[in-house]
């Protein structure tokens, strides 16, 4: 079965079928009103002919009946005219008086009835139609029938009825098209609501589930469904804040266990075993940490207020990875601007950031090497390495969680780069990797500066 | 190393964590006494002197940031380390307004925890005579004294200036900011290499006298002492 894809097509469609009935109905009914209006005037003209005839209609002193046509009627029921004619019958059935050659009744008589009747009848090859009125002159009733053939009937009505669809009838389809134009406009206003909501809608996800579709200006129609959505978002929210709370709640959980785990190691006398065992323990705590800040950044929500110096952020930063870097015989370097470059966002999120983006590129980079913190006053920060670089495949894919290129690399959880995107993300940061010559990976992070003032 | 008969207190409801952390700190010659919960600490601490306090934040009986926020209302100066096994933003930003003196997230290294407590105990008002110790390179902080293998060494005041600081911040970057103000004070006007000169003077001081140390420079930042790798 067809199906419509929208509320305003499916409007469209079915008026435009209203549409089209509509007018073929009502041409109908305004020729039938027409033709009835136009049945009632000749009907009227008749019982007044009628009437007219009746006023000369005189007694004698003896009771015969007279019939004295001024001679303005006269020619009005001439043979000659033959358009309209006249009888008079009365009781009997006898015809007193006609305006036809031979004398005959317009219509068979019926003394039974009414005073006023509208009757039609063939008449050799000619139809008559007219009105039958009865009328007492003297103490005789007579029936005075007054006619006129429809083959030559009033011009002036038949052309009104004839130019009727040319002249009036066409104006029908354009009124109702205009009808249907305006209640499409009534019906898109109609649904702004809607789609104002739905726009909200669109901004829902994980990290926005406190939003909710607003219930005051939507149509009453469509109240229960956007009501039923809100709660289903708050359901939605419980489920997300449960799911987050477990991640957090597990992490933290193991830490405890772990410390345990990390102080028996440090106090175990073979010192060599124990200083193994202690990489594995810190790798384990580093994933703890990543899973933590991972779970944190799902509900966190940057304050367009807050600003940061990029600049000191990015020294700090460098200043925590440094002896990490050295530990393995590599080195950092800070460049680019010494002066303070404010941008909106929160310093800690920015701080893990940078710290995510450092330790893939202490990771990454060739022993020996430094890797490079670059400040620039546009409000980005660039971390570069001398590592294999980013293929092009790859540059989707690194930001995934738990991707790694190489699962035997230490250190690496796969978790540090789609931390960075969140972050980048909840503050609306372009981040940007390309690669270096001769080797080596160039990560930026642009973020919006804020004027100088 | 920590100096004999100095007393801790350690808060931490984790039976297990708390012996051996109460373990090795001993080791490193500390006394030190463990308790479970917020109430026994809060009536232990009116009647008893520690040189520091260790506090787990999650307690049985309440959050470890209301003793502390209690300790601090009551002016109570002891050196607060806490201990946490949450780490997230929110969590630090409330320990260190609540008063923490330090910080430390779980799992920790020993040695972290131990270094941690020293750093305390030597701030000022809890001047210890300790020594500062990289490989085979030890500096007196009482005397200002460098010694390698054990062998007194005679360095120029601006060498040993920088050496002090460099050892006292020892697995941790001094800006070349810092450098300056300790050697110069805050007023004083620096030429714009001095430090890298004197920087390098140290650097070839210690490897001509066989210190098996590293002073790496970390550019556009500062100085890092560490040992040679």
Known sequence: MFRFKSIISRIVILHVFAVAITSVFMSLALSWLLSYATNNIHNEAMQEQAITVGEHLTADSDGQLRLDLPRDLLGLYSQAYGRYSYAVVDQGGRVLFSS???????????????NVEFLEQRLGDA????????????NEAVWIQTGEDLTNRDVLIDDIVADFYRNVGWITLPILLVLLIADIAIFRRALRPLRQASEIASDIGPTRTDVRLPTREIPREVQPLVSAMNLALD???????????????????????LSILRTRLDLLEDRKIGQALQKDVEGMAHIISQLLDI???????????????????????????????LAQGKNVALLGTTEPVWVTGNSEMLGRAIRNLSENAINHTAPGTTIEFVVDKNGSVSVLDHGPGVTEEERNLIFQRFWRRDRNMPGSTGLGLSIVQRIAELHSAAITVENRKPTGACFSLRFTPLALT | MGTPHMRLLMVEDNAELATLLATGLQTAGYEVDVLSTVEEATSVLLTTFYAALILDLG???????????QLRHHNNPIPVLVLTARGGLHDRVHG???????????????????????????RPGHLLSSSLRIANLEFDTRNRQASIDDQPQVLSAR???????????????????????????HSGEVASNAIEVYVHRLRKQLAERGAKVQVHTIRGIGYLIAEES
């Open chain 1, 100 to 114: 036809l050659k031979n004398q005959a009744a317009l219509f068979p008589s019926d003394t039974r009835t009414h």
């Open chain 1, 127 to 138: 139809t008559v139609s007219g009105a039958s009125v009865k009328k007492t002159v003297g």
């Open chain 1, 235 to 257: 359901r939605l929210e419980e489920g997300f804040r449960i799911q987050r709370d477990f991640t957090a709640d597990a992490a933290h959980e193991l830490r405890t266990p």
């Open chain 1, 295 to 325: 779970a944190e950044l799902d509900s966190f929500v940057v304050n367009p207020l807050e600003k940061t110096d990029l600049r000191s952020v990015t020294v700090e930063i460098a200043e925590f990875v440094a002896p990490l870097a």
């Open chain 2, 59 to 69: 307690l049985p009986d309440g959050d470890g940031l209301s003793l502390l926020r």
């Open chain 2, 96 to 122: 260190l307004r609540s008063g923490a003196d330090d910080y430390l997230v779980k799992p920790f290294a020993l040695e972290e925890l131990i270094a941690r407590i020293e750093a305390q105990l030597r």
């Open chain 2, 159 to 185: 060498e040993t200036d920088v050496l002090e600081l460099l050892m006292r911040s020892k697995g941790r970057v001094v800006s070349k900011k810092q450098v300056e103000d300790h050697i110069f004070g």
